[in-house]
């Protein structure tokens, strides 16, 4: 290999390496802002936030009706508050995983896509997601989560802290 050549193969893993940590950035900055703007709920988190200190807000509040559309809203909601809050702690094995994947490729041995590998987190934060949702639907079925999506019940209460 010249040192031209060396020069080059240098621009280009850094031209990648850029990538994948805009991508990442990206990623993270679009789910946040989701998030804080509502979910796609209507009201943003602050206004949830200043709702959730007022007193008797929950008897305030109706009862969310669970449509198909609506469970794929609750679905969507969790997951994107796990990709916004775990893609941070995973982004740097994306990046050693890339960065792995470069040295396969430059030695012609079999790699796999970044993204490939990316998508089974985003997987498994789905499954997590799908879990979530199934959950809420369930608790707020048997009147144990208010419509602040608070418990109601003392038991469950203690159950849920750590």
């Given at each position: 290999m010249t040192v031209t050549d060396t020069s080059v193969l240098e621009a280009v893993l850094r031209r990648d390496r850029f990538v994948v940590v805009a991508a990442l950035v990206a990623v993270i900055?679009?789910?946040?802002?989701?998030?804080?703007?509502?979910a796609g709920t209507g009201m943003s988190a602050v206004a949830m936030t200043q709702m959730a200190g007022m007193p008797d807000m929950?008897?305030?509040?109706?009862?969310?009706v669970w449509t198909p559309g609506y469970a794929a809203l609750i679905f969507a909601?969790?997951?994107?508050?796990?990709?916004?809050?775990?893609?941070?702690?995973?982004?740097?094995?994306?990046?050693l995983f890339a960065r792995v994947n470069r040295a396969q490729k430059?030695?012609?041995r079999p790699y796999v896509a970044t993204g490939i590998f990316a998508a089974g987190y985003l997987a498994a934060w789905g499954?997590?997601?799908?879990?979530?949702?199934?959950?809420?639907?369930?608790?707020?079925?048997?009147d144990l989560l208010s419509p602040m999506i608070t418990t109601t019940?003392?038991?469950?209460?203690?159950?849920?802290?750590?």
């Open positions: 900055v679009v789910a946040w802002i989701w998030i804080v703007l509502g929950d008897m305030m509040m109706e009862r969310a909601m969790w997951w994107v508050m796990m990709v916004a809050m775990m893609l941070p702690s995973a982004a740097p094995m994306l990046l430059a030695r012609d499954g997590f997601s799908a879990l979530a949702a199934g959950l809420q639907w369930g608790l707020e079925q048997l019940s003392y038991w469950l209460g203690i159950a849920a802290r750590p």
